[in-house]
């Protein structure tokens, strides 16, 4: 037994501890932070901070080359604003708020703000150009000047330069390089044994493989000559061609050569008096006109108008199918009662579950009038994708098909989260169970529903998939100036403005109509968030 008193050990034991703290405060353990060692995050960070300014520079050149001053300026406060958070132990907020605020300046803003601005110019497939470069095109353009000389043609290379040996009709020998045409001597032609050229004075003459890697060469060189420019028209021929244009800078009149015939610039392209044009045309500013065309040309406005109305028909209709078929699942299948839920949940998740650029086109072939399926086991004709009443009628089923299971886990969900008690409460006080739906069941159902309703009308108003890909928005709308079909909405209709427009693909309009899908989405988006506030006073 000990005679330690316990008072003494707790003592000693009290002592020891402030001893070991005292010992720890004055020499820290060291870490791996203090010991100068890197972080797999630290290291992560540098690897990316240096991806994105490599990036950065890498583009420099480029931008400089362009003169894209905006383009530059706002890659740099990008980057500094990037590396500035980063690198900084405080501002941990920045860290969070500048890439987010960078990727939604650079993927919602900025497609937006330049949608706007091409839908202020006349920007299409003939003027996409600017003036400078529409005037360099056309004066580039060359043709053969009648009666003069065709040449036989050999390249040849004297250390990358090029030039080439021509013999005229009268079998006289020339070198020609882009100072011009010199008549050669026989002692400065080499030839093989068969009489061939080989080599003219310190150039060689170039094979076919040669040829072949440097034909973008071969067909820039210009000889001049008094009648014109001697170009090769292949590997073994060459003739005189001339400019086909010739530009004034003083009147900005262009002249065709051949024909005498004066252009002068209307509205971004080279006209003529008798109203024919020459492209390229070149981009301009042109304000509201696209915007004023949709409503006031009557080839454009008929057509347009009906795509308008039946796209808020598809968009409403979809939801409103889709709503109501996905609700009726749901409360079938959430009874307490019913057997096999489980199964039948994950049946109905099937159309979800597939991708829909697959499905469309499965239905496509099943709503096929000679060989679909549907009509074979019908027994009938029936014109499904081809008349414009059926055509729709098929779109919405479509749709209702591939978007009803969405619905349905969304309802199921918000159904089993509504409280048992309040429903038992409601039929203690003697309501019905039709009244107990309506007035607690829909109403609380509609407080977690409603965004999503909204976000499922954006989505039918572009959903672009399901149209373009079912039937290509037809059948075509007759009479239509532009292209469009009976079951087009906006956005299939913008989509065939900008590509696959007969008279060329009119970026500026398709965008003008997608500013006013955007302006149209944001409104009935905004006004129905503000309604379904009001939902949220019920509870």
């Not at 024909?259 to 392209?269: C, H, K, L, N, R």
């Not at 956005?491 to 008279?503: Q, V």
Request: net charge negative; proline share 5%.
């Amino acid at each position: 037994m000990s005679d330690r008193n316990p008072a003494d050990g707790d003592d000693a034991s009290t002592d020891s501890v402030s001893t070991a703290e005292g010992r720890g405060d004055q020499t820290p353990r060291p870490s791996r932070a203090s010991a100068g060692m890197p972080t797999w995050g630290l290291v992560l960070k540098l690897l990316v901070l240096a991806a994105v300014n490599g990036a950065f520079l890498a583009g420099l050149p480029t931008m400089l080359e362009n003169q894209w001053w905006t383009g530059l300026a706002v890659a740099a406060m990008a980057v500094i604003l990037l590396d500035w958070a980063y690198l900084t132990k405080k501002n941990i907020p920045a860290k969070y708020l500048v890439p987010g605020t960078i990727f939604a300046l650079a993927f919602q803003v900025v497609p937006v703000v330049y949608s706007g601005y091409i839908s202020l110019t006349n920007s299409s497939i003939s003027h996409r150009l600017s003036e400078q470069q529409a005037i360099d095109n056309l004066t580039s353009r060359v043709s053969n000047v009648p009666g003069t000389t065709l040449y036989q043609l050999a390249i040849l290379d004297d250390d990358g330069e090029l030039a080439f040996y021509l013999i005229d009709d009268t079998d006289e020998d020339f070198l020609g390089t882009t100072e011009g045409l010199e008549p050669l001597t026989d002692d400065r032609v080499e030839t093989d044994a068969d009489g061939d050229v080989i080599a003219v004075d310190d150039f060689v003459v170039l094979g076919l493989g040669d040829l072949a890697d440097r034909q973008d060469e071969v067909l820039a060189l210009e000889v001049p000559t008094d009648d014109g420019a001697i170009r090769a028209t292949t590997f073994s021929s060459a003739a005189v061609y001339e400019s086909l244009y010739s530009y004034d800078e003083a009147t900005g009149l262009l002249t065709n050569n051949d024909t005498g015939v004066v252009y002068e610039p209307i509205e971004g392209q080279f006209t003529a008096a008798d109203g024919s044009t020459l492209d390229p045309g070149w981009q301009i500013f042109i304000g509201f006109d696209n915007y004023v065309r949709v409503f006031t040309n009557d080839a454009i406005r008929g057509p347009f108008l009906q795509v308008l109305i039946w796209n808020y028909v598809f968009a409403i209709g979809s939801v409103a199918l889709t709503f109501g078929v996905g609700l009726a699942l749901a409360i079938a299948l959430n009874h307490p009662g019913m057997r096999g839920q489980k199964i039948y949940r994950a049946l109905l998740v099937i159309p979800y579950a597939l991708p829909s650029f697959m499905t469309a086109l499965v239905w496509a072939g099943m709503l096929n009038q000679e060989f679909g399926v549907i009509n074979k086991l019908l027994g009938a004709d029936i014109p499904w994708l081809r008349d414009p009443t059926l055509a729709k009628v098929s779109v919405l089923m479509v749709n209702t098909w591939l978007g009803f299971p969405y619905m349905f886990l969304v309802c199921t969900g918000a159904l089993q989260a509504i409280p048992d008690e309040m429903k038992e409460a409601s039929y203690v006080d003697g309501a019905s169970p039709r009244q107990t739906f309506r007035r607690i069941v829909m109403p609380m159902l509609m407080i977690a529903v409603a965004p999503l309703l909204i976000a499922s009308f954006a989505f039918n108003f572009n959903n672009f998939n399901v149209i373009y890909l079912l039937n290509q928005g037809g059948p075509p709308i007759e009479g239509a100036a532009t292209p469009a079909g009976h079951t087009d909405i906006l956005i299939s209709y913008t989509y065939r403005l900008a590509f696959e427009s007969g008279s060329g693909a009119q970026w500026g309009f398709a965008s003008a109509i997608a500013v006013l899908i955007f302006l149209m989405v944001a409104s009935v988006s905004a006004i129905s968030f503000r309604r379904t506030r009001a939902l949220e006073e019920i509870v």
